[in-house]
């Protein structure tokens, strides 16, 4: 595989001049939104185009609030997705050239035309110190057109090195379940940062491969994933596997290592003296690398070994989560169960004393009733007795009084005297004068 080499911009001025023309270009420009952190010093320049290098901040990137409620906004099931769209997206990060090798006196002018001609451009950076260029294509075909029509042409005496810029805002997502999707993956890590591309990796009969690239649109986007993901469990599905995030390094299989590339030293040469061939056998060459060979497989017999131990290991963890798992649902139903029975004595001791409370209410009420029958019994007979000494009474009195003032032979008739109203002293009552 080709090793590229692309030069980088420092954020520090004065490491600048020891710096030479060949690194890499995730050191040299590690922001994926084009950004130099030193602007336009140095010779770093930009222009403008779809969202330009020097926009402003990411609207995903306002605080862990907003992130939880975002998760919490997706947290629900999962059965019906939208498809992904299919047209490709203008300007993504995939069309994102290196332009390498140039001179001191080149202009954005001139890059600009030297590669409008392939299609649109966007968010060119140029730092005239390093002599090295970043610059967006629109579409993906018109950025392979201009690296295979513009590498290693010749611009002011110097063959230009057009190459694909690495993918700093990307990821590889591993541990994922077979029921995770193209489209799960996306709206999974959408909440991270905008996604340009979201694919599960699948093998020739297409299943899924437990592993995904996603692409998103902003490098702080990729490194608040990887940060988030590495330091909690950031589950997909209702699968207890978190998933496991890692930087994806990014290899060219396009170009390779083309022979154009390698310089020509004495290494070169001694090398290339001789060509492809069978070592024969019983000779040096046979037996050394003969046991290149025994190393190798070696070497691939322990990682086999080591894969299926490995599995062995994931068996017995997911066995074992299984296991937890039914273990806390039980504890769960067990301690709903217990405060279910704890909430219905409650109930039942509040009916009894409802109960209670009700029955001594009804006895005092009863007890109450019949104390004010007993006293109203006990107020008609003193009534009574009340009644009956008043007119035995009044029968000795008018007795009395007839004994005193009536006639001889005259036989005293009180009922009589009583209906006719004669003889009394109070003029026909039978109530005694007093």
């Not at 005496?157 to 994922?176: C, E, Q, W």
């Not at 997909?236 to 396009?254: H, R, Y």
């Not at 170009?255 to 040469?269: C, H, M």
Request: glycine share 8%; charged share 35%.
């Amino acid at each position: 595989m080709a090793e590229i080499e692309i030069p980088k911009v420092m954020q520090e001025p004065q490491n600048t001049s020891t710096e030479n023309s060949n690194e890499n270009p995730r050191e040299r420009n590690p922001s994926g939104d084009n950004r130099s952190p030193r602007g336009r010093r140095g010779g770093a320049h930009f222009s403008g185009g779809r969202g330009g290098g020097m926009s402003g901040g990411n609207r995903y990137s306002d605080g862990p609030d907003r992130l939880i409620e975002r998760i919490m906004s997706i947290s629900g099931p999962t059965h019906d997705l939208p498809p992904q769209e299919t047209t490709e997206k203008k300007f993504s990060g995939r069309n994102r050239l290196y332009i390498g090798n140039l001179t001191n006196d080149v202009t954005e002018e001139e890059i600009q035309q030297m590669f409008q001609q392939y299609g649109e451009t966007s968010e060119l950076f140029l730092n005239k110190e390093k002599n090295f260029s970043f610059v967006k294509m629109d579409y993906r075909v018109n950025a392979e057109k201009a690296k295979h029509e513009l590498d290693r042409k010749m611009v002011k005496g110097r063959a230009l090195k057009v190459r694909f810029a690495p993918l700093d805002s990307t990821i590889k997502v591993k541990n994922l379940t077979p029921w995770i999707s193209n489209e799960l993956l996306e709206k999974a890590f959408s909440v991270f940062g905008e996604v340009e591309r979201a694919i599960v990796i699948v093998d020739k009969k297409g299943k899924s491969s437990g592993e995904g690239i996603i692409e998103f649109c902003k490098k702080n986007s990729a490194q608040l994933a990887l940060r988030k993901c590495t330091e909690g469990c950031y589950r997909l599905t209702a699968s207890p596997l978190p998933v496991i995030v890692e930087l994806f390094e990014q290899q060219d299989d396009i170009d390779g290592y083309p022979d154009k590339t390698l310089p020509r030293t004495t290494e070169f040469f001694k090398a290339r003296e001789i060509g492809p061939r069978f070592a024969e056998v019983g000779s040096f060459e046979y037996e050394y690398g003969t046991r290149w060979k025994q190393l190798y497989e070696l070497r691939k017999q322990k990682i086999e070994a080591i894969e299926r131990e490995m599995a062995i290991e994931e068996e017995k963890l997911e066995a074992q989560m299984e296991f937890e798992r039914c273990e806390f649902e039980t504890k769960r139903l067990r301690e709903e169960l217990r405060m279910r029975e704890a909430d219905r004595e409650r109930q039942k001791r509040e009916w009894e004393m409802k109960e209670r409370q009700a029955e001594e209410h009804r006895t005092r009420d009863e007890e109450l009733r019949r104390r004010q029958q007993e006293e109203m019994a006990m107020a008609i007979r003193r009534q009574e007795e009340e009644l009956h000494r008043r007119q035995q009474e009044n029968n000795l009195f008018l007795q009395g009084q007839a004994m005193r003032g009536g006639g001889v032979g005259k036989s005293y008739d009180p009922i009589s005297n009583d209906r006719d109203g004669f003889g009394q002293p109070d003029g026909g009552s039978n109530m005694p004068v007093r």
